[in-house]
């Protein structure tokens, strides 16, 4: 990458706070090192895009059987898109899929299903600089134990918890696809976007 534009990427995040992820291709080895540091990944157009997800838990429930406590959740995310890409976008969307894993109560260790909930977001034409904020979709996740002093024969988990375990973000403009943010960044090493999963919410 030319010189200047190592030095527009350190002028852009310079006043960046908080946990902020970027979007953006490089070569150089001072690229890689911020694309770590951000925890991200992200190509397309060299465009870059700034994104902060935080999980939120929306709704929750409570159940309790002599034998059993329940607690039925519904988690998502609220995504914050700051367009740094120093120029306006337009007709800009965005596709997710929200990953999180399923265990089962009485299950041997690492008996869990995998399931991805996907959504859209349109945001329309983009300033430079703007921010755009969305609340994704829910995912339903519970956790049970068993209550009482009652355990299983076989000795089997007497636990079981469900859990989000990332966000994979692709962004669009005019149906280009202009970058892609993962959260962590480990979610591609175990996932892939078009690979068939269980879907969320349908257990």
């Known amino acids: 990458m030319p010189e200047m534009g190592v030095k527009a990427v350190k002028r852009a995040l310079a006043p960046v706070q908080g946990i902020w992820q970027t979007g953006f291709v490089m070569k150089n080895r001072l690229a890689l090192g911020v694309l770590l540091l951000l925890s991200c990944t992200a190509f397309a157009d060299n465009l870059r895009v700034e994104m902060k997800a935080e999980k939120k838990r929306f709704d929750t429930s409570r159940e309790k059987s002599e034998t059993t406590f329940t607690s039925n959740e519904k988690w998502g995310y609220v995504i914050k898109l700051r367009n740094t890409t120093f120029k306006d976008l337009p007709d800009v969307s965005v596709e997710y899929q929200i990953f999180s894993k399923d265990e089962k109560m009485a299950a041997s260790k690492g008996d869990v299903d995998h399931r991805r909930l996907k959504g859209t977001q349109k945001i329309g034409d983009w300033k430079v600089n ?18 009482g002093g009652y355990y299983y024969a076989n000795r089997a988990s007497v636990k079981a918890t469900d859990s989000i375990t990332g966000i994979w973000v692709r962004i669009f403009s005019a149906g280009k696809q202009i970058s892609e943010i993962i959260d962590p960044p480990s979610l591609a090493t175990k996932a892939k976007w078009d690979a068939p999963a269980l879907p969320a919410n349908e257990k």
């Open 130 to 147: 703007a921010i755009s904020s969305f609340e994704t979709e829910q995912v339903d996740l519970t956790r049970s134990q068993l209550v």
